[in-house]
């Protein structure tokens, strides 16, 4: 079995006025490739990319690619219009940016020739390599993989991947029927062990910022044989992620970070800060299920 990637979602850090943080920015981007993250997924919902202004989004593509090293960058483009994802792909693409990533187009109700044109759009006339952020929780979409459309579109030369965002693994693993070469990874952290019994190529994570070096060692683990020692972190960082969700993802993440000394601000509103309860449950699973 294959080394697997480990690709931050990264959090997108504010200073006191609400701009983005380039010191510390650079620094957790240093801090996970010390980790072993092997790559970043810029601009996504962990990094509120939809909260950001099209200027923001660019200028977090450009200041994120300029400390990335030689590691893989996804710039997500996710859109309503398709105009504006391409212009934020062939963005990405002029500066340097592996693949770009979207899901379907949300809020409005599109029928399935809409969404795979879309995202055949995006690739045709930006240049880029796509990688489908698979999110039905959000996009309210669901790909039909009988659908002739959403075959073509998995099938099409400049498809590169998956970021699976969902439960189903039966559905994540019907991807890879539809076209072997696509590369697939997991995109939920709490079922990342899971999906390694299907072979996927890694993993697209939130709590990554924090918690990458977890995550390369539940991969070596597994590919290892040592199951028991890779359920056993994965049941730690699941325990992690119950009071993560409770508290709030994002805000929560942003507060366990300011722990391993990276401020980085408070989310965009609507998104609310933490109360003192809110953080001192994740002082307190921190200290239970991080003791080394």
């Given at each position: 079995?294959?080394?697997?990637?480990i690709?931050?979602?990264?959090?997108?850090?504010?200073?006191?006025?609400?701009?983005?943080n380039?010191?510390?920015?650079?620094?957790?981007?240093?801090?996970?490739?010390?980790q072993?993250?092997?790559?970043?997924?810029?601009?996504?919902?962990?990094?509120?990319?939809?909260?950001?202004t099209?200027?923001?989004?660019k200028?977090?593509?450009?200041l994120?690619?300029?400390?990335?090293?030689?590691?893989?960058?996804?710039?997500?483009v996710?859109a309503?219009?398709?105009?504006?994802?391409?212009?934020?792909?062939?963005y990405?693409n002029?500066?340097?940016?592996?693949f770009?990533?979207s899901?379907a187009p949300?809020?409005?109700?599109?029928?399935?020739?809409?969404?795979?044109?879309?995202?055949?759009?995006?690739?045709?006339?930006?240049?880029?390599?796509?990688?489908?952020?698979?999110?039905?929780?959000?996009?309210?979409?669901?790909?039909?993989?009988?659908?002739?459309?959403?075959?073509?579109?998995?099938?099409?030369?400049?498809?590169?991947?998956?970021?699976?965002?969902?439960?189903?693994?039966?559905?994540?693993?019907?991807f890879?029927?539809?076209?072997?070469?696509?590369?697939?990874?997991?995109?939920?952290?709490?079922?990342?062990?899971?999906?390694?019994?299907?072979?996927?190529?890694g993993?697209?994570?939130?709590?990554?910022?924090?918690?990458?070096?977890?995550?390369?060692?539940?991969?070596?683990?597994?590919?290892?044989?040592r199951?028991?020692?890779?359920?056993?972190?994965?049941?730690?960082?699941?325990?992690?992620?119950?009071?993560?969700?409770?508290?709030?993802?994002?805000?929560?993440?942003?507060?366990?970070l300011?722990?391993?000394?990276?401020?980085?601000?408070?989310?965009?509103?609507?998104?609310r800060?933490l109360?003192?309860?809110?953080?001192?449950?994740?002082?307190?699973v921190?200290?239970?299920y991080?003791?080394?």
């Amino acid at each position: 079995m294959a080394k697997k990637d480990i690709i931050v979602a990264l959090v997108t850090p504010f200073d006191e006025k609400g701009n983005i943080n380039e010191k510390v920015l650079s620094e957790l981007i240093e801090y996970n490739i010390s980790q072993g993250a092997t790559g970043f997924f810029v601009g996504g919902s962990s990094g509120e990319g939809p909260l950001l202004t099209s200027n923001e989004r660019k200028n977090l593509f450009k200041l994120s690619k300029t400390y990335s090293k030689n590691t893989m960058m996804i710039a997500n483009v996710s859109a309503l219009h398709t105009d504006e994802a391409i212009d934020l792909a062939k963005y990405a693409n002029y500066l340097g940016y592996d693949f770009v990533s979207s899901t379907a187009p949300y809020f409005y109700i599109h029928d399935v020739k809409d969404v795979a044109q879309y995202f055949i759009d995006i690739i045709e006339e930006s240049g880029s390599k796509m990688i489908i952020y698979n999110f039905p929780k959000l996009s309210k979409f669901t790909f039909d993989l009988e659908n002739k459309y959403i075959i073509n579109l998995l099938r099409h030369p400049g498809m590169y991947g998956i970021k699976h965002t969902n439960y189903d693994l039966y559905e994540l693993e019907r991807f890879s029927r539809v076209n072997k070469n696509l590369k697939i990874y997991n995109g939920y952290d709490e079922i990342y062990l899971s999906t390694l019994s299907l072979d996927v190529d890694g993993a697209i994570g939130s709590t990554f910022n924090f918690l990458s070096k977890y995550f390369v060692i539940i991969s070596d683990h597994y590919i290892n044989g040592r199951y028991e020692e890779a359920l056993h972190i994965q049941n730690n960082m699941n325990a992690i992620m119950d009071v993560l969700i409770e508290v709030g993802l994002i805000s929560g993440i942003k507060y366990a970070l300011s722990l391993y000394g990276f401020d980085c601000g408070i989310p965009k509103r609507p998104f609310r800060e933490l109360s003192d309860d809110d953080k001192k449950k994740i002082d307190l699973v921190l200290e239970e299920y991080l003791k080394e």
